[in-house]
Structures are given as C-alpha cells and as structure tokens.
C-alpha cells in the first residue's frame, strides 16, 4: 500500500531546515514561529516512520534518511516554484532569454529591437547564440526561452514559426566584379573564390544544381561557420558569397554588394521561431513571439 503524501507545506518545512540546518533560520525565512517549524518537522517524522533531524545542542545535523530524502525534496519544491512563476507570472524577473543565429540577430532582429522595446519596457533580453548546436540534444530540449533556428521547421517536441520566404543567390562586391567579371553563361566556380558556410543544406552545391551548371568542382574556396563571416568577406571583396534576400538586401541596397547572376533560387530551409511543444507559455514569451510575428507580417506582406 501506497504511503500518502504528506502534507506540501511540512514538506517546504523540512527542505528550508535542512537548507539552515536551523529551525530558527527556517523560522525566518518561512514567517513561522520556531515552535510552529519544530512541530512540522516532527509531524513528517511521524508520517514517514523515521526521523529526518538530530537534534544538537547547537543546531540540527541530518541523518542518513534526511540526507537521502533532501535531493529530491529540493528538486521537486524548485521544480514547483518554477512552474508556478512561469504560468502564474508572480515574482517573474521578466528576463527573456532568447537564443539566436548569428546572423539572423545581426541582420533581421538587431535592428527592430528598438521597436519591441518601445512597445513592452518591462522585458529585459538575454540574447546567446547557437553555433553549432548538437542536433541531437537540439530536438528534445531548449535550453533558452525561445530560439531562432535555420532549418526546415521540423524539431521533435518543439513547435516553430516560419520567418522567413527568402530567394538564395551569388552576391559579391563591385570591386571583386570588376576585377573578375562573370558570366553567367559560362561560369566556372573554379575560376572563383567561392564563400561556403558549414551547416547549410542549401549551399553552392544546391545553387548550382538548380541553376543547371553541371559538374562543377566546387571544393575550393573558404569555408567558414557563419553566414555573418562570409558576407563581411564578400562585402571586402574576397570571394563570392550565397546571399538570401532577408539577409543581404541592406548589403544590395547600400551597394556594398550586387548580384552577378539573374538565377535565384526559392529557398526549402528557412529561419523559425522555435518554442516548446506546450499549450502555456509565459506571458514574456507570448509577446515576443507576437511582436516578432508582427515585424515579420510587415516584411513579407503576409
């Protein structure tokens, strides 16, 4: 037969005692009388059949069944407390932690968080970022509040809103052009510094692919871990670089990079917002999400 559960409250009792190893310090911090923690404790020794406390002349010292009770018992009240905070609100800091592609935050996000801090003043940001992620770990768990993941939108246990439609492109300096002029016709990628960047599906490989240039060695070239690297290398006329049109269209606009080739190609990987599978999330979390959903409506005219 199953023990019943004792009391949560001579449970909360118990963990914040052994905390001070002092039912005057528990006292304290409980807003209890030392008499009044005294009695709790004894009431879940007597429940539990087992004493959880010597008793010194100056102080408490946990027995074996104390010590081996504690971990748990901590683990579930932080647990509890938690859960409690996050749905509830009460006594949130109301620090958004947010991890980031690197260059999604430098190109897309950095840019409008003026706005978003305008409109909620109480949300403090925690922004890391997720280079190189192991994708294993990545599908079952988030070690951040919200997370901005490329990919195709598809992570076990998690739910994702798409970002971004973007087209995939060469883009390079002026002056890298001027020096070797491409044709589109006969371009050889072996007559080119081509910009890769790890981690992408759709990278030169998929591009020229899709733009039928055939057999082409594409080995040679920089290969770097972030898109954010291989534009400033573009932009510094090193190489040619495959731009996506949230990311480089500042780059375009400011002529710090033009586009050699007519051929773009629509893009399957993309840019998500990506969130536990839960029905209930925190209200800082819900309103990022709503304001980044907005700015994206706004972009790409959804």
């Known amino acids: 037969m199953k023990k019943r559960l004792p009391p949560l409250n001579w449970i909360r009792t118990?963990?914040?005692?052994?905390?001070?190893?002092?039912?005057?310090?528990?006292?304290?911090?409980?807003?209890?009388?030392?008499?009044?923690?005294?009695?709790?404790?004894?009431?879940?020794?007597?429940?539990?059949?087992?004493?959880?406390f010597r008793r010194l002349p100056r102080g408490l010292e946990l027995t074996d069944a104390?010590?081996?009770?504690?971990?748990?018992?901590?683990?579930?009240?932080?647990?509890?407390?938690?859960?409690?905070?996050?749905?509830?609100?009460?006594?949130?800091?109301?620090?958004?932690?947010?991890?980031?592609?690197?260059?999604?935050?430098?190109?897309?996000?950095?840019?409008?968080?003026k706005n978003f801090r305008k409109q909620h003043p109480d949300i403090n940001l925690r922004l890391t970022s997720n280079i190189w992620v192991n994708e294993v770990e990545r599908d079952n768990s988030l070690d951040s509040d919200l997370e901005i993941r490329y990919g195709r939108g598809h992570w076990h246990g998690m739910k994702s809103d798409r970002l971004t439609w973007d087209e995939?492109?060469?883009?390079?300096?002026?002056?890298y052009l001027a020096k070797y002029p491409i044709n589109e016709d006969t371009f050889d990628p072996a007559d080119h510094m081509l910009l890769h960047v790890m981690g992408y599906e759709e990278g030169w490989g998929h591009w020229l692919s899709k733009a039928?240039?055939?057999?082409?060695?594409?080995?040679?070239?920089?290969?770097?871990?972030?898109?954010?690297?291989?534009?400033?290398?573009?932009?510094l006329g090193v190489g040619i670089a495959l731009g996506r049109t949230?990311?480089?269209?500042?780059?375009?606009?400011?002529?710090?990079?033009?586009?050699?080739?007519?051929?773009?190609?629509?893009?399957?990987?993309?840019?998500y917002l990506v969130y536990p599978n839960s029905h209930i999330h925190p209200q800082e979390v819900e309103a990022f999400r709503s304001w980044l959903l907005s700015e994206v409506?706004?972009?790409?005219?959804?």
């Open 66 to 113: 104390g010590a081996a009770y504690l971990p748990a018992v901590h683990d579930s009240v932080e647990r509890l407390t938690v859960a409690t905070e996050e749905i509830f609100g009460h006594g949130r800091t109301s620090l958004l932690t947010i991890k980031v592609n690197m260059v999604f935050f430098i190109k897309w996000v950095a840019p409008r968080l």
């Open 168 to 175: 995939l492109f060469p883009v390079c300096s002026p002056g």
């Open 212 to 235: 039928n240039y055939k057999n082409k060695n594409i080995n040679q070239g920089f290969h770097m871990d972030t898109l954010v690297s291989a534009l400033e290398l573009a932009v």
């Open 246 to 271: 949230s990311l480089v269209q500042d780059l375009i606009d400011s002529g710090k990079l033009v586009t050699p080739f007519k051929t773009k190609i629509s893009t399957d990987e993309a840019f």
């Open 297 to 302: 409506q706004t972009v790409w005219l959804l």
């Open 14 to 52: 118990f963990e914040v005692s052994a905390r001070h190893l002092s039912f005057t310090h528990a006292a304290n911090e409980l807003n209890l009388t030392q008499a009044a923690v005294s009695q709790q404790v004894k009431g879940l020794e007597s429940q539990l059949g087992c004493l959880l």
